[in-house]
Structures are given as C-alpha cells and as structure tokens.
C-alpha cells in the first residue's frame, strides 16, 4: 500500500530555531506539493514541484521558508527563523500528473508544528 | 480558478444517502471539479472528479448539472466514517495546483 510519509509527525521549538520537515512522495510519481493548513486561512498551497524542479512557490514566505528537492525520494521544507505564527499543519501530497490528467493527489499525515 | 460555494456543514443519518451540494457559477468549459475530503487529524484524500458527464466509484457519486453551474456529491449509504470536511474545487485543465476552500463538515448521527 504505497504511501506518502512525513517525518517528524510532530515538532515543538521555540521561536528562531530552524526547522525541517521531510517527505517522502510515493515512488514513481512526478509531483510533489506543500501545503499549510491553520485554522484561521484553512489549506494553503506552499509550493510544488514536478520532475523534482520548482514550478511555483509563489504561495511561500520567501525570506524563511526554502522548499527543495534534492534527489526524487525526498522533499524538504525548511524554516529558519522560525516564528509562532509559523504554527500549523504542514501536508506533503504527491501524484503523478500525465497527458491524462487524472490530477489525484495523495496527502500524507502532515507535520504538527508549533513554534513557542 | 473559478470559485465554488458550499453549505458550511450538513448533518445525515447513518445508513442513509447523502446528497453534498456545490455550486460554480464561473465554471469555464476546462474546468474539472473535484472532490476531495478530509477525515480528522488526516491528510484530505481524493474522492472523485469529472468533467461533464456523471461519475461513480467506489466512495462516492458525482452528479454534474447540464449547464455545469452545480454539481452533487453522492456517498450512497453513510457511515460514521464518512465524517469529514468534503472540498469542491474547480482545476483547469493541464493546471495541477487545487484551491481548497472552506468545505462542507459532514457530521453523521448514529
């Protein structure tokens, strides 16, 4: 049962600090997003990838937040400085977008992040 | 994208047929909808998608309106699993990137 995993499921820090989170897409598919999710603006798309290439991170803080790619099985999201308004689920999703444009995409757990 | 309204929650009986309505009145003729939802404390999971016509599978129904202002989600038979926050988004065609908006609660009675 192929899935979308994110480590770490859960992470405190405090207000500063530098946070990564990882995910790993499912294997073979083309298309890797980030999403924030609070309760106040609700899902947010941060950025995606295709090809492990960037095609749109317009939706991120450019100043702290850096998403990459660096081989096919792993994404990262990154936050240095962190702040508490950074508090929020993060979801990595995956899917395998083609000429027929199926658009599935496959969510994983998602991070709890709270920065103190 | 063009936008989409939905009820903010709507409660069914267990066992029962659930009808979840959207509508997207600027709908464009490239437009796909989508269905996705999202149980608690997990990630939204892909339920169905169309185009024009009619669909089904194995979670759900999707009914699309003639003129394609509206569309119903059908779960045919309720259960307690099937609490969740349902999402209609609209996705041009060729275009991957999907705009949640604030979804349906679906709360299912005993």
């Known amino acids: 049962d192929a899935r979308v995993t994110q480590t770490p499921r859960h992470k405190v820090t405090e207000m500063g600090q530098e946070v990564t989170m990882r995910c790993q897409p499912i294997l073979g598919h083309n298309t890797v997003f980030w999403y924030r999710q609070t309760m106040m603006q609700g899902l947010e798309l941060l950025a995606y990838?295709?090809?492990?290439?960037?095609?749109?991170d317009s939706g991120m803080p450019k100043d702290r937040f850096s998403a990459e790619m660096p081989d096919a099985t792993l994404a990262t999201l990154k936050i240095q400085p962190s702040e508490p308004r950074d508090s929020a689920v993060y979801f990595c999703?995956?899917?395998?977008?083609?000429?027929?444009?199926?658009?599935?995409?496959?969510f994983g757990p998602g991070t709890r992040l709270t920065v103190l | 994208d063009a936008k989409t309204t939905q009820p903010n929650s709507m409660e069914s009986n267990e066992e029962e047929p659930v009808h979840l309505p959207c509508n997207h009145s600027?709908?464009?003729?490239?437009?796909?909808i989508h269905w996705y939802r999202q149980l608690p404390s997990q990630g939204p999971e892909y339920v169905i998608h169309?185009?024009?016509s009619n669909v089904n599978n194995r979670m759900a129904s999707l009914a699309i309106a003639e003129d394609r202002k509206s569309s119903t989600l059908i779960l045919h038979r309720a259960t307690l699993r099937d609490a969740a926050v349902y999402y209609c988004i609209l996705a041009n065609f060729g275009n991957e990137k999907l705009t949640f908006g604030t979804g349906t609660r679906l709360t299912i009675i005993p």
């Open positions: 999703a995956s899917g395998l977008w083609d000429v027929g444009f199926r658009n599935e995409q496959f």
């Open positions: 990838f295709r090809n492990r290439a960037p095609l749109d």
């Open positions: 600027t709908i464009s003729g490239t437009d796909y």
């Open positions: 169309g185009l024009t």
